[in-house]
């Protein structure tokens, strides 16, 4: 095997986000840009050298194309064995599944994904370490200061790789194992959840599900676990198969892109149970029959009720939210007289909790949520989750949630995007509000008076490591917050997102239209954040 050095020079704009590097398709075609970003990470990533890599990814446009660099690249950088999913296909929770039962030195995941796909679409690459998880601050430093000093890179020249068949073959010293990219992963759900009494709910006719795909990659595994092992009908997944360009769609789940799925479950003789996955398979959307569960409120529900299930039978150890996900979750830790954290968004700060134990579950408002048994959150899970649950209860959707509202009280939550902002005009509004904060505390607005308000920063309690800057939080006596922070998931300007809150314990009142139960905390946000001045926009442009 002939290997390469190709000289290269930095690109100036490869530092990771909220959920690794993503950039445009266009962006990752030029010459050299994933190859220094992949170089990067060998360089610093040494036990990958004689290690083993995991790499797959959802599909998307450009997939395969990244996917035969990156073994020449990981044959020349002296990896043992790699790992690959069939097809190149991996979803980014059972690619940390696998990374786990097999010991791997580390993953790539290509993903970029909620985000739209194509030619014209986004592309995204990100690390996950030993543990399975996605790379902590330290290591995307490490990678992004990797990526300033470059000047080589090193690749086999070879032939194409057959990813397309199961078996071995060899690229140079190194073993390329192509893998069934399901199997690990519905073999680790079926330890989890009871899927004797799952299929009894489905074989009685009596149950209708409906799962949304969205095109990407959940497909494969959904029609696996779901129709082929739990016996829902043919027809229950819908847009099962994956394509490039997510058949043209947006693959994030929520009322805005699962259109077809949320018409349905609105439709007459909708089915019981609606739910969807993204991109790369981490997120879910719930739905029962004419009715939404937030996925702060889905937290706390499987929070409270996770010892009904097998794998989570002796209870939990703590939960973490992230801190802009609604505090419903934290009523629940508290009843359970477990810990609950609140970390800054992004997956990767759940890692250190779960490795040490100290957490069970985790979520994030961003339909996000996940457990112990992998490293990153996952939605076929909360979804399996739920099924388990509704077969344990023998309860609607609804009437889980309408419960637990009456047993915990309800926190009316919404997010407010503003999508494709000038990022400058984006930037100065932040730094205003920053500056404004000093002076927040104890002010008045409307009949809420200010508690705290300041830019939330998180010591990690396992390592120590500190992150600053994560979110500007206003506090208000009631328990009401309105926050806001910049995405670190975009590619193009700034996504302002606002995030509202208010605690609710009235049974009386629970039945109130969310936007309107939340609309004097919308006024206040946009009286301490001058949104419309700073960004010209009156209204948001998805609302979750
Ligand atoms: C968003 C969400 C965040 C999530 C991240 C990655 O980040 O808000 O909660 O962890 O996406 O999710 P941001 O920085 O745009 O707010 V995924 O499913 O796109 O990997
Ligand atoms: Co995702």
Same mark, same amino acid.
Do not use: C
């Given at each position: 095997m002939k290997i390469?050095?190709?000289?290269?020079?930095?690109?100036?704009?490869?530092k990771p986000g909220t959920s690794g590097l993503r950039k445009r398709v266009r962006t990752f075609r030029q010459p050299h840009y994933l190859e220094n970003f992949v170089q990067a990470i060998f360089d610093t990533q040494r036990d990958l050298q004689g290690g083993m890599l995991v790499l797959g990814g959802d599909g998307r446009y450009?997939?395969?194309?990244?996917?035969?660099?990156?073994?020449?690249?990981?044959a020349a950088n002296?990896?043992?064995?790699?790992?690959?999913?069939?097809?190149?296909?991996?979803s980014t929770p059972a690619a940390s599944c696998v990374i786990r039962k097999h010991g791997a030195a580390g993953g790539i995941v290509l993903s970029a994904s909620h985000n739209p796909g194509g030619p014209e679409g986004d592309f995204g690459i990100k690390y996950n370490t030993a543990n399975g998880g996605p790379a902590p601050e330290s290591v995307t430093g490490a990678i992004h200061q990797a990526t300033m000093d470059i000047r080589q890179y090193r690749i086999a020249e070879a032939a194409h790789v057959d990813i397309d068949h199961p078996g071995e073959q060899r690229l140079g010293e190194t073993i390329i194992s192509v893998i069934d990219p399901v199997s690990d992963y519905a073999e680790l759900m079926e330890s989890l959840f009871d899927f004797d009494r799952i299929r009894v709910m489905f074989e009685s006719g009596a149950f209708q599900m409906r799962f949304d795909a969205m095109h990407a990659i959940t497909g494969p595994y959904a029609m696996r676990i779901l129709e082929e092992r739990l016996g829902a009908p043919q027809g229950t997944v819908m847009r099962a198969e994956p394509l490039a360009d997510f058949g043209g769609g947006h693959p994030d789940p929520n009322l805005a892109h699962a259109r077809e799925l949320v018409q349905a479950l609105y439709g007459r003789d909708a089915p019981d149970f609606g739910a969807a996955s993204d991109g790369d398979g981490d997120r879910n959307m719930i739905l029962g029959r004419r009715f939404f569960v937030t996925p702060s409120d889905s937290l706390a529900i499987l929070a409270a009720n996770a010892h009904h299930l097998p794998g989570y039978s002796d209870g939990i150890r703590g939960i973490a939210r992230s801190m802009p996900t609604s505090r419903a979750a934290d009523r629940v830790a508290e009843r359970l007289g477990v810990e609950c954290f609140e970390t800054p968004t992004g997956w990767k700060f759940f890692g250190n909790l779960l490795d040490a134990g100290r957490v069970t579950l985790c979520g994030?408002?961003?339909?996000g949520t996940g457990s112990g048994h992998v490293r990153e959150k996952d939605g076929l899970w909360a979804v399996l989750f739920w099924l388990n649950l509704l077969a344990v209860k023998g309860r609607s959707v609804e009437q889980i949630v309408r419960?637990?509202?009456?047993?915990?009280g309800r926190n009316y939550y919404t997010r407010?995007?503003?999508e494709a902002l000038d990022s400058a005009r984006a930037d100065t509004l932040m730094q205003e509000l920053r500056e404004g904060l000093a002076n927040m505390g104890g002010r008045t607005f409307g009949e809420r008076v200010v508690t705290i308000a300041d830019d939330f920063a998180y =010591?990690?309690? /396992?390592?120590?490591?500190?992150? &600053?800057?994560?979110?500007?939080?206003?506090?208000?006596?009631?328990?009401?917050?309105?926050?806001l922070r910049l995405?670190?998931?975009?590619?193009?300007?700034? =996504?302002?997102? /606002?995030?509202?809150?208010?605690? &609710?314990?009235?049974?009386?009142?629970?039945?109130?239209?969310?936007?309107?139960?939340?609309?004097?905390l919308a006024r206040m946000a946009e009286d301490i954040a001058g949104i419309r001045v700073h960004t010209g926009r009156d209204k948001p442009d998805v609302i979750t």
């Open positions: 390469s050095i190709v000289q290269t020079r930095p690109f100036q704009d490869q450009h997939n395969r194309d990244a996917i035969q660099v990156i073994m020449r690249m990981a002296g990896v043992a064995r790699i790992l690959v999913g069939q097809g190149g296909l991996l994030e408002e961003s339909f419960d637990h509202w009456r047993t915990f407010h995007d503003y =010591t990690d309690p /396992v390592d120590g490591s500190v992150s &600053e800057h994560q979110g500007i939080r206003v506090l208000f006596e009631d328990g009401a917050r309105i926050v995405s670190g998931t975009g590619t193009e300007g700034a =996504t302002l997102r /606002v995030y509202l809150e208010r605690f &609710e314990p009235d049974p009386e009142k629970h039945d109130l239209d969310t936007q309107e139960a939340l609309a004097d």
